[in-house]
C-alpha cells in the first residue's frame, strides 16, 4: 500500500503545521525523560513529531505544544496531549503519537517585543 493510500485511509485529516512542543516519557504515572521536538503534522486524533533523541517505538506519552493563537489577543496557549507512542521506527527521530487526552492551558500574558518608554526616560 502505497503511502498516499495509506493518508487517505486516516480518520482525522492532518495538517502539515510547525509547533515547538516539550514531551515527557511516562511509567505508571512517573516522568521517565524530559525533552523537546517540534511537529511535522497535527490532527485531532493525533501528532507526527520530530525530535533528537531516539525515543522507545511504544509507551505513553505527554507533549505541550506551544499553540500559535493567543487567547482573548492576549494570553498564550499550550495543548497539552496525553496518549501512546505506535510508531517510531528503528533509528529515526520521527514519532506518531495517538491522542487519547487533550486540553488547552494558559501560559502566561503575551508581550509584543516592540520597546516601549517608560516616564523619565531620556533619548
Known sequence: MSEQQRAEQRLNGRYPITLELQYKLLNKGRVEQLGVGRTLNISSGGVLF?????????????????????????????????????????????????????????????????????AGAVS
Not at 69 to 97: E, P, T, W, Y
Not at 100 to 115: D, I, Q
Open 50 to 118: 520530530e525530535t533528537d533523541e531516539l525515543l522507545p517505538a511504544t509507551g505513553p506519552i505527554e507533549l505541550a505544544l506551544s499553540w500559535p493563537f493567543l487567547l482573548q489577543g492576549i494570553c498564550n496557549l499550550k495543548l497539552v496531549m496525553r496518549g501512546k507512542i505506535v510508531r517510531c521506527d528503528s533509528g529515526s527521530r520521527v514519532i506518531a503519537v495517538k491522542a487519547e487526552y487533550h486540553e488547552f492551558h494558559t501560559a502566561g500574558v503575551h508581550t509584543p517585543k516592540s520597546r516601549t518608554m517608560t
